[in-house]
Nanobody, 123 residues
Framework: VQLQASGGGLVQAGGSLRLSCVAS????????MGWFRQAPGKEREFVAA????????SYANSVKGRFTISRDNTKNTVYLQMNSLKPEDTAVYYC?????????????????WGQGTQVTVSS
C-alpha cells in the first residue's frame, strides 16, 4: 500500500487549502483513513479521521469547525479541506490508513503512512 499526499503550500492566516491523499491498491474502501500533523520539535498529533464509508468522522478539538475530512472511494482518495487557517496549523501533514474500518484517533491504530505535505500559514 502506498499513500501519496499533496496539496500543501504557503497560505496567509484565514486562508484555505485542500489536501489530497491517493492510495494504491484495491481495498481502499474497506479501511478508515486519517490525517495527522507534526510541527518541528513536537510529536505527531491527530487531526481528523473518517470511517470506511465516509459516514463517520472525528476531529481534533483544535480544528473542529474549520477542517473537513471526506473521501471518494471511487478514486481511492481522502481529502482534508482546511479553512480559516491559523499560524499554529503550520506543520507537515500526513495521511494514514487505519488498521480496520473505523475512524481511529491514535497513531498506533494506523499501519500505512504517506510521505507528508508541508503546510505553512503566515500571520
Amino acid at each position: 500500500v502506498q499513500l501519496q499526499a499533496s496539496g500543501g503550500g504557503l497560505v496567509q492566516a484565514g486562508g484555505s487549502l485542500r489536501l489530497s491523499c491517493v492510495a494504491s491498491g484495491r481495498t481502499f474502501s474497506t479501511y478508515g483513513m486519517g490525517w495527522f500533523r507534526q510541527a518541528p520539535g513536537k510529536e505527531r498529533e491527530f487531526v481528523a479521521a473518517i470511517n470506511w464509508s465516509g459516514g463517520g468522522t472525528s476531529y481534533a478539538n483544535s480544528v473542529k469547525g474549520r477542517f473537513t475530512i471526506s473521501r471518494d472511494n471511487t478514486k481511492n482518495t481522502v481529502y482534508l479541506q482546511m479553512n480559516s487557517l491559523k499560524p499554529e496549523d503550520t506543520a507537515v501533514y500526513y495521511c494514514a490508513r487505519g488498521r480496520g474500518t473505523y475512524y481511529y484517533t491514535l497513531v498506533r491504530e494506523y499501519d500505512y503512512w504517506g510521505q507528508g505535505t508541508q503546510v505553512t500559514v503566515s500571520s
